[in-house]
């Protein structure tokens, strides 16, 4: 069986997070494991509070993981201070990590921020060189490239100027468009859409990294990237067709929406 780790948050209304991740991993086949970052007490209205690991045991974490079950791939998501960004750099390299997935999470769906300012400087430095792919939405492709993002015309100025100082690709999520839901993934110096259609539905809590995680997943199975991404944007986007309605807030996704009632798999 193909293993894939995250490293991220814990959300602990199981939208996003680890638990977004975990529960990707598991629904398209391949054996998850975490090393959590930090804590966060958070539902669907918004996060109410955030207890950080300590870099140490950070790193004890993935010293765990790595010399028992390597992992095939690697997510990164929510990573909030910069301390604990380089202890990630530096276990990674130590390892010599495979296949890393970085989601640069800098702020929950409701809003609320993530990830400390000093953090952004550190999470370019020292896991951007290391991934396979980086996959920001609009806001955080704005923050990184540095000039607003309005049209298709700005998204591709974006993943070129991003993806021109990267080793690896990048891929600018559109799910904050109103008119559709295409990506734009910038790799080897060439760019590649990913049409969808925009799903009518607000409940898209941890949709960045349900979508990270299943790239991550898709790498460890052997796919090539650009195959990875189609395959994880088919995989969202049935997930949010299947239109689960949990919550006062903005509501998770139905990640196992290929199961019915009783266990059976369709």
């Known amino acids: ?8 948050g814990s959300d602990s209304s199981g939208g996003a997070g680890i638990q977004a991740d975990l529960k ?21 209205t918004g996060v109410y509070g955030v207890l950080e690991a300590a ?38 390299r130590e390892y010599q990590a495979a ?14 921020s993530l990830m400390r300012e000093s953090a952004l400087s550190a999470l370019m430095e020292e896991l951007f060189p290391l991934a396979e792919v980086i996959t920001p939405n609009l ?10 993002i309005g049209d298709e015309a700005d998204m591709l100025r974006a993943a070129e100027a991003v993806g021109t100082v990267l080793p690896g690709a990048v891929l600018v999520k559109g799910g904050h468009r109103t008119a559709d839901a295409d990506d734009l993934l910038w790799h080897g110096g060439t760019a ?15 949709s960045g990294c ?13 796919h090539a990237l650009p195959e990875a991404v189609g395959m994880a944007k088919a995989y ?15 509501g998770p996704l139905k990640h196992n929406y290929a199961i019915l009632e009783g266990g059976a798999v369709q």
């Not at 806001?139 to 607003?148: H, K, M, S, T």
């Not at 590649?192 to 941890?206: E, M």
């Open 1 to 8: 069986m193909k293993t894939v780790l995250t490293i991220a």
């Open 24 to 44: 990707t991993m598991t629904c398209l086949g391949v054996y998850g494991m975490s090393a959590v970052t930090a804590l966060t007490a958070q539902n669907t």
């Open 55 to 92: 870099p140490a045991f950070v790193g004890q974490q993935l010293d765990c993981v790595f010399r028992d079950i390597r992992p095939d791939a690697v997510k990164i998501g929510m990573v909030s201070n910069a301390d604990i960004i380089r202890t990630i750099g530096a276990k990674l």
């Open 99 to 112: 296949h890393i997935v970085v989601d640069p999470v800098m702020a929950a769906t409701s809003g609320s």
């Open 139 to 148: 806001p955080e492709a704005e923050r990184l490239c540095g000039f607003p």
């Open 192 to 206: 590649r859409w990913f049409r969808a259609c925009r799903v009518d539905n607000p409940n898209n809590h941890g």
């Open 210 to 222: 349900t979508l990270s995680s299943a790239i991550a997943s898709f790498l460890a199975l052997g």
């Open 236 to 250: 969202i986007t049935a997930a949010l067709e299947a239109g689960l309605d949990l919550g006062g807030g903005s």
